[in-house]
């Protein structure tokens, strides 16, 4: 599952592996050669409100249609900025009308994608769809993660005060001194962090960094080796296992995700196991009269 801070490392990538820019500065574009990542550029948690797009769909001479689309850059293709709700309602306009046509962008091909990530809050800010407490939180509190910006950058393109943007910043330094990593804080969002920070039970978070760490380490060895190969290659990966500590094979049965994972067959294996082992403990039993 894609999550914000995998979609900025695979933008950082995109950008990095594809530097040159485009061939040329576009002021319309068809539909097919706009992309959109919402995890990053979008504020809403819940997506496209649905509502707001067939709103602005309803009136086919709407002003707002023809209102340009921000763009950025990543080396390959534009990908929206702001305008997701015009997007969609255009898309819905000229299902409706049968008529194909490009659509009014304004492109920034130059623009690094810090800048496009901070300059995502304040342009969506006009698209006039509700945008929660926990949404604005966490779009600021992502910016101070990256790092991208000054404190005076981060309350304007996200609407906090520079006083609660300075709290965020304390925050996230503590949390990653601990150490927690980077991409669980961008993830798990503001009000986690701010919880996690003023000592609420930890227990609590327990599963839920158990789960990002797992997410990040899946996705380094997925990277590193791929899933088939291991899927095809199970006795190399437990020998990999056992190579970097003895204990560790052991380990990993022993947790309730290795035995929720196993099927029917795997588990019936290792309780045969336990069985042999456990008949064998009591056949040498001394008894002692």
Request: hydrophobic content about 40%.
């Amino acid at each position: 599952m894609d999550t914000p801070s995998a979609t900025l490392d695979r933008l950082r990538r995109e950008k990095a592996d594809n530097p040159q820019p485009p061939e040329r500065t576009p002021e319309r574009l068809h539909l097919k050669e706009i992309s959109t990542e919402p995890l990053v550029f979008q504020v809403r948690a819940e997506g496209l409100d649905m509502d707001r797009v067939g709103e602005i769909a309803g009136d086919l001479s709407a002003l707002c249609l023809d209102e340009p689309i921000h763009l950025w850059w990543s080396g390959l293709r534009w990908i929206v900025i702001d305008g997701h709700h015009r997007l969609e309602a255009i898309k819905l306009a000229q299902e409706r009308g049968g008529e194909t046509r490009k659509v009014a962008v304004k492109a920034h091909p130059a623009m690094p994608l810090e800048e496009a990530f901070g300059a995502a809050s304040p342009l969506n800010a006009r698209e006039k769809v509700t945008i929660t407490r926990e949404e604005r939180g966490n779009a600021a509190w992502r910016l101070v993660c990256c790092g991208t910006g000054s404190i005076k950058d981060q309350a304007a393109w996200t609407g906090a005060s520079k006083s609660q943007i300075s709290i965020m910043r304390a925050v996230f330094d503590r949390l990653r001194a601990k150490p927690i990593h980077q991409e669980t804080l961008i993830d798990q969002g503001w009000d986690w962090a701010r919880m996690l920070d003023q000592g609420k039970d930890e227990r609590e978070f327990h599963s839920d960094m158990i789960e990002a760490q797992a997410q990040e380490w899946a996705k380094k060895l997925g990277s590193a080796i791929g899933g088939q190969r291991m899927v095809e290659s199970p006795e190399a990966l437990a020998r990999a296992l056992e190579i970097i500590s003895p204990a560790l094979p052991s380990s990993l049965i022993q947790t309730v995700y290795f035995w929720d994972a196993l099927d029917g067959g795997g588990r019936a294996l290792l309780e045969e196991v336990d069985k042999e082992q456990s008949e064998e403990l009591d056949g040498n039993e001394i008894i002692d009269f």
